[in-house]
């Protein structure tokens, strides 16, 4: 489907924005938020709530601030964060500077958001990010959250799949029976039970330790954790 914009912009001084989205969340639906499209760092916090609605404040700096778009996906809510005209690569001049000096910097990100998400916390919430952080509490519904350089919290809810490649992982979990997937390659990962959890726990690491003072239990709930470089900590709540 074709992504229609329906965007704010307020000029807070030379090349700041703040930009809003706002969707309605039908029965079902999941809130899905991308900023893994475009040369664009995110530093993102999502906020469950008794919402029906899901709402997306970023306030945008940087060399490209002016191009930053968050985009929709029409009947859904579904954000997608891009450069206006730039899908991929922006073409700034201080991009084409910095790629004429720097080759290996193509990666490099030309704007800048700070990202507040107030979504329903009884609706699944996919969040996928390229730099900076994640953060999520109070979503009781199902996480699938994705970074790679950038480290990731999550919290309340017993549902979470968790990756990124550079940065660590720090899950607090709500319930006794959590199903937890994470991955991490260059990052520790700790994880907060309850006291009486019982489940089956996977845990890898290549560089570094496992801590878990759980077990590898049969009971309901599962845990599969793993890392290349960091260690593993699982602790009571």
Known sequence: ??????????ARGAG????HQRAAVAGGQRVVFDCSKARVSC??????????????????SGPDAANVEILRKPGSAHFVVTLKDQPTESKSLWSIVSNIFHP?????????ATVQLSVPNDRELDISNTNDRIHVSGVRARLSLADVNGSIWASDSANVHASTVNGSLHLTL??????VSA???NGKIEV?????????VS???VNGHVSNPFGNGSGPGRLSLSTVNGSITLQHR
């Not at 489907?1 to 307020?10: D, H, Q, R, S």
């Not at 700041?16 to 930009?19: I, K, Q, S």
């Not at 290996?104 to 800048?112: E, G, K, Q």
């Not at 709500?174 to 199903?179: Q, S």
């Open 1 to 10: 489907a074709m992504l229609g914009t329906a965007l704010v912009g307020i």
């Open 16 to 19: 700041d924005r703040t930009l």
């Open 43 to 60: 530093d993102i916090s999502a906020v469950g709530s008794a919402t029906r609605h899901a709402q997306v404040t970023a306030s945008i």
């Open 104 to 112: 290996t910097s193509w990666y490099r990100p030309s704007a800048y």
């Open 174 to 179: 709500p319930a006794e029976t959590p199903e």
């Open 183 to 185: 991955s991490s390659v």
């Open 192 to 200: 907060t039970l309850a006291g009486n959890f019982s489940g089956r």
């Open 203 to 205: 845990a890898s690491t």
